[in-house]
């Protein structure tokens, strides 16, 4: 640190009770209290620039220490309390341009000031009172919603359907069959429901889900002409399985977002029958199964030992279905019509036998109405114009939500017609039990 300079003295003489100095009075009345000197201009200037700073510098900081005793309640430091830093700025004095370490402590004692401020501001800040001081600034610029609100809410646009990038055309390949999206499909937040259809035409199968406006994605599934091969194709456990994990990826790739399986129905027409038998047997019941609908092809054999006798063996799983349909657990429907195959058992028989199973819930005999005929476009060709039959009914069982239905009729156009009417007979009760709540 620069040392400071001083003037030389002049000499005083004894008999000059003056001092030479400074002309002011004799040493005997010095004393007493004398009156301030006037100051020069350069003085003033000096001391202004000395201490200039350090009072705009304390008046801030008093507004702070003001300001903090406002918000938080509490008495804070006074400016009192930084008499030992102002003490060190009048030792290092006035700024000197000439020297640039002057210059850094001074900037130094500027933040040091500001941040010693802060902090005796905000000792006085307890956090009560500064969740009270935020809860007051939030109400003013958030003010509480009206009672409007959640109306508005309410009417907002929701987000976009989860079938909306979902690719409808053309039908994706599944093992043993196609997979197809009606257009009476749709889906908002990705859960989908599955009719798996075995055996017929895929185009009269797809047309007549959606005459029945059933909200289901489709699978149909053609291996053969007798029920042997449906048997089969599904005898080694997790078949049936790895089909709905097939669908489930199919799904997903063709566009629907967060698709979850919801319900399965296994539809199947004539030998179709087959794979369904095979399936309740083996199936590991972790599907969601909520409907069967078999249209005239619930057969069966007879008993080696008693030829005139049911296989029950055979009919033990939908013997099984047909009980927890009459509990009301899923849906089960049929249709037969009067043909008699002699080698197995007939359509009807089979019927009755269920019937027999569980007639001990309440059989409710229902009003003979004929279905709506329904004149299919996909089966304009499936039988010559002239030899087109429609459904003529002859009973109409319930037990529960076990469902049996029987028609007239012997011949081949008798029992292509349990196909092309399926829109008009068990989808519309499969499209009612699946159709949201009002």
Same mark, same amino acid.
């Given at each position: 640190m620069a040392r400071r300079r001083h003037k030389p003295k002049r000499k005083q003489t004894h008999n000059?009770?003056?001092?030479?100095? =400074? %002309?002011? +009075? +004799? #040493?005997?009345?010095?004393? /007493?209290?004398? $009156? +301030? $000197?006037? !100051?020069?201009k350069p003085d003033k200037v000096v001391r202004r620039k000395t201490f200039g700073w350090v009072v705009r510098l304390a008046?801030?900081?008093?507004?702070?220490?003001? #300001? %903090?005793? =406002?918000?938080?309640? &509490?008495?804070? #430091?006074?400016?009192?309390? /930084?008499?030992?830093?102002?003490?060190?700025?009048?030792?290092l004095g006035p700024p000197d341009p000439h020297t640039r370490f002057r210059r850094r402590v001074r900037a130094a004692l500027y933040s040091v000031l500001a941040i010693v401020?802060? @902090?005796? $501001?905000?000792?006085?800040?307890?956090? =009560?009172?500064?969740?009270n001081w935020w809860m007051r600034i939030h109400q003013a610029v958030m003010p509480e919603p009206s009672a409007s609100a959640p109306a508005e809410v309410a009417s907002a646009p929701a987000g976009p359907a989860a079938d909306e990038k979902l690719r409808r055309e053309r039908p994706s390949g599944i093992k043993?069959?196609?997979? @197809?999206? +009606?257009?009476?499909?749709?889906?908002? &937040? %990705? !859960?989908? =429901?599955l009719v798996l259809h075995f055996h017929g035409? *895929?185009?009269? *199968?797809?047309?007549?889900? !959606?005459? $029945?406006?059933? &909200?289901a994605v489709l699978g *149909?599934? &053609?291996?053969?002409?007798?029920?042997?091969?449906?048997?089969?194709?599904?005898t080694l456990p997790g078949t049936y399985e790895a089909l709905l994990a097939q669908v489930q990826q199919v799904v997903e790739d063709r566009g629907l977002k967060g698709a979850r399986l919801r319900r399965v129905a296994l539809m199947?027409?004539?030998?179709?029958?087959?794979?369904?038998?095979?399936?309740?047997q083996v199936r590991q019941k972790k599907d969601p199964l909520d409907a069967l609908l078999m249209a005239d092809g619930l057969h069966c054999g007879r008993l080696p030992e008693r030829p005139k006798e049911i296989n029950f063996r055979q009919m033990a799983p939908f013997v099984e279905a047909a009980k927890a349909a009459a509990n009301g657990k899923l849906l089960f429907s049929i249709t037969h019509s009067d043909i008699d195959p002699k080698s197995y058992v007939p359509t009807a028989e089979a019927a009755s036998y269920l019937l027999e199973a569980v007639k001990e819930s309440g059989v409710k005999n229902v009003d003979l109405v004929a279905p709506e005929r329904l004149k299919l476009k996909a089966a304009a060709f499936a039988v010559e114009p002239k030899l087109v039959k429609y459904l003529e009914p002859k009973r109409d069982v319930m037990v529960g939500s076990f469902h049996v239905r029987g028609f007239t009729g012997e011949t081949t156009e008798d029992h292509v017609a349990h196909l092309t009417q399926m829109g008009a007979t068990f989808l519309p009760e499969l499209a009612s039990r699946w159709a949201p709540a009002p």
């Open positions: 000059s009770p003056v001092s030479t100095r =400074d %002309g002011g +009075p +004799p #040493v005997s009345q010095r004393l /007493l209290p004398e $009156a +301030p $000197a006037p !100051e020069s008046r801030k900081t008093r507004s702070y220490a003001i #300001v %903090g005793r =406002d918000i938080g309640r &509490n008495s804070l #430091v006074s400016i009192a309390e /930084l008499a030992p830093i102002r003490r060190v700025t009048q030792f401020a802060l @902090l005796f $501001a905000s000792r006085g800040l307890s956090r =009560d009172s500064l969740s043993g069959g196609v997979l @197809l999206i +009606p257009s009476t499909f749709s889906s908002a &937040n %990705g !859960e989908y =429901d035409d *895929v185009k009269i *199968v797809l047309e007549s889900v !959606e005459a $029945a406006k059933v &909200n *149909v599934i &053609n291996l053969g002409v007798g029920s042997g091969y449906y048997e089969s194709a599904y199947s027409w004539s030998a179709g029958y087959g794979a369904i038998s095979t399936i309740l």
